[in-house]
């Protein structure tokens, strides 16, 4: 069974820096690409990004929101997709999901709550 | 960026009656080297993550009740659920993964009548 399990949400001072973790079990990880999804308080969903498999280059895509303020990692060795956020902004405050992505989501996590607030 | 838009933002309807949302693109899903609409439907239940329904417009996943089926193709899409059960109450939201940026449509509330 896949499963995927984000960590490291929290409260963070506008202009701060967080990273979240997506551990994931129960697939072969360095095949898939994986992406990060958010949901701001009573809100829709967003597509973050996602980072391809090393076979397809293990680039990455990012909506223009946190392009070059967001960077995506993986560590196939670990089975985990990271999430690198910088210059953090009120309206980040969301919860954080990531998902396998072939290129629909056909796998999430519970989500990691993150709130950017002084 | 394609712009999603579901119609009606909340929905009521009676247990075991037909529940129909409806998801149009600003342009073509429609993935030419395939033929397949690049289409999704997700249930979110309350307090919980989505869950993937339906793929490819019309594949339903693996394990998805055969009362939930998606239609359309192009630009309007539907997903139906045939006899409403109470478990079914949720938000529906539907993404296209065409082109990027991914996008989502606002979501569609389903309620118990």
């Known amino acids: 069974e896949v499963q995927l399990v984000e960590s490291g949400g929290g409260l963070v001072q506008p202009g701060r820096s967080l990273r979240l973790s997506c551990a994931a079990s129960?697939?072969?990880?360095?095949?898939?690409?994986m992406g990060w999804f958010r949901q701001a308080p009573g809100k829709g969903l967003e597509w973050v990004g996602f980072?391809?498999?090393?076979?397809?280059?293990?680039?990455?895509e990012y909506a223009a929101s946190v392009r070059g303020r967001f960077d995506i990692s993986r560590d196939d060795s670990k089975s985990i997709a990271y999430l690198q956020m910088n210059s953090l902004k009120s309206d980040d405050t969301a919860v954080y999901y990531c998902?396998?992505?072939?290129?629909?989501?056909?796998?999430w996590g519970q989500g990691t709550l993150v709130t950017v607030s002084s | 960026d394609i712009v999603m838009t579901q119609s009606p933002d909340s929905l009521a309807v009676s247990l075991g009656e037909r529940a129909t949302i409806n998801c149009k693109s600003s342009?073509?899903?429609?993935?030419?080297?395939?033929?397949?609409?690049?289409l999704a439907w997700y249930q979110q239940k309350p307090g919980q993550s989505p869950k993937l329904l339906i793929y490819g417009a019309s594949t339903r996943k693996s394990g998805v009740p055969d009362r939930f089926s998606g239609g359309g193709s192009g630009t309007d899409f539907t997903l139906t659920i045939s006899s409403l059960q109470a478990e079914d109450v949720a938000v529906y939201h539907c993404q296209q993964y065409q082109s990027f940026p991914y996008t989502f449509g606002q979501g569609t509330k389903l309620e118990i009548k």
């Open positions: 998902a396998r992505v072939t290129p629909y989501s056909d796998y």
């Open positions: 342009q073509s899903v429609l993935y030419s080297s395939n033929n397949q609409n690049y």
């Open positions: 980072i391809r498999s090393k076979s397809y280059g293990g680039t990455t």
């Open positions: 129960g697939l072969t990880f360095g095949d898939y690409t």
